[in-house]
DNA sequence: ATTACTATAGTGCGAGTAA
DNA sequence: TTTACTCGCACTATAGTAA
């Protein structure tokens, strides 16, 4: 759908037309939109052929009802904002189980991450991380993420290295119907994005799940802070 | 803002724009938008030259931060769509003192509806009810309260005469510094909309603001019903 | 790979106007 | 008052291409 009929499509909204019927003419819907009467009334029979609305003509403009996938639309552009500005408590990400580099095991069993894990998290992490891939359409939610704050996990030096603050938040990680709660993302506070999840979990995922590489999983991640 | 220009800033900000600069080249800009990777560039250039967004060229593509600007306009898209999909807990609402027909007194000072306010409100509503004139531009908000629940008034019949249900929503109502807190709206159930808000108050709010016609009011309503 | 210019094709806009 | 058609023109999009 075209960024000015759906914005067309939004006025409609605004008047109401997402629980009821409105009354609309097209001079109306131009003084709102800054375009000519005729474009107003291109953009309502555009709108009507395409299905979004419900229109009559009627005594001094026209009786308009969105219709369900006129909505559909409208919510999908509100959830967008919703991910940039909206207070979001959990986030629902989709990705792909992958064989990481055995890094993010390397990392999380450091005492010095593990310790803060068990005291934080209240459980001890398997040994491994749960590696999911995402999608570029993944993104705007990884970013609605780390806009949130998660338990703040500090970074140490040891051996003349120096492991980063990382933050974590709880999710919950599924795959069909079987769910396995309890389980946290980390997110390393420096690096800018990655295309890649890690997850711990007190569990062996891969073997909870029976899962092999490529299997698609949901996780859902609360970006409240639950003491 | 154009809708294109707009759709184009906010998938900058879906990838994070709004908090850090994010590196984005023309071609993934068209190619989630749909366009050619030239219409892109231009966008870019256009977002850029009307100050919404700052830039620079980087290896494989750009550095993009949206200026406050382009954070402003994205802000004001999503409080319209807040107005139509959002749990909204209040809304604030301008309007202009006008006198009304006596009207609202004659409806409100029926026993009917009287005993109901007492009930509900835990005060004595004053006699005639303060009219507040709205601007087409406030349609969106009276939606958005109209689509919320307020304290059901029942309706009656007396004297052969039918009276209607209505909703009341809580508000407060301010003049420059002053506010009155305790006020409540009144919506009546069938009429489709109005441009007159009707106000209630245990006090008479007109000698309390020392109000007349025309002078400008803002009244906060609250969507929740609080016991 | 990029960005983004020029030139052309095409879409969309709005004035005029009928119903 | 409406809606919405035709039509001319302008703006916008894209192909080709240079840097």
């Not at 003509?57 to 909206?86: D, N």
């Not at 398997?126 to 609605?144: H, V």
């Amino acid at each position: 759908m075209k960024p000015n009929l759906l914005a067309a499509l939004k006025y409609i909204a605004l008047q109401g037309g997402t629980r009821h019927s409105v009354h609309i003419s097209s001079s109306d819907l131009a003084s709102m939109l800054e375009v000519s009467q005729q474009s107003a009334s291109r953009y309502l029979i555009q709108l009507f052929e395409e299905g979004y609305i419900d229109r009559k003509l009627a005594q001094g403009g026209q009786i308009i009802g969105i219709k369900s996938s006129g909505i559909t639309a409208l919510k999908k552009e509100f959830s967008e904002y919703e991910l940039v500005f909206g207070d979001l408590k959990t986030i629902e990400i989709e990705g792909t189980l992958e064989t990481g580099l055995g890094e993010g095991g390397y990392y999380i069993s450091k005492k010095g991450y593990m310790t803060q894990f068990q005291e934080k998290l209240k459980w001890k992490p398997y040994k491994g991380t749960f590696n999911l891939r995402l999608d570029e359409s993944q993104i705007p939610k990884i970013e609605a993420m780390k806009a949130a704050e998660g338990l703040l996990i500090e970074g140490f030096e040891q051996e003349g290295r120096t492991f980063g603050k990382a933050w974590i938040f709880k999710c919950s990680i599924q795959k069909e119907v079987k769910i396995v709660e309890n389980c946290a993302v980390i997110s390393p506070k420096r690096t800018h994005y990655k295309r890649v999840l890690e997850i711990i979990s007190p569990e062996f995922l891969r073997k909870e799940f029976n899962a092999k590489d490529g299997d698609t999983f949901t996780i859902t991640i609360s970006l409240v802070i639950l003491k």
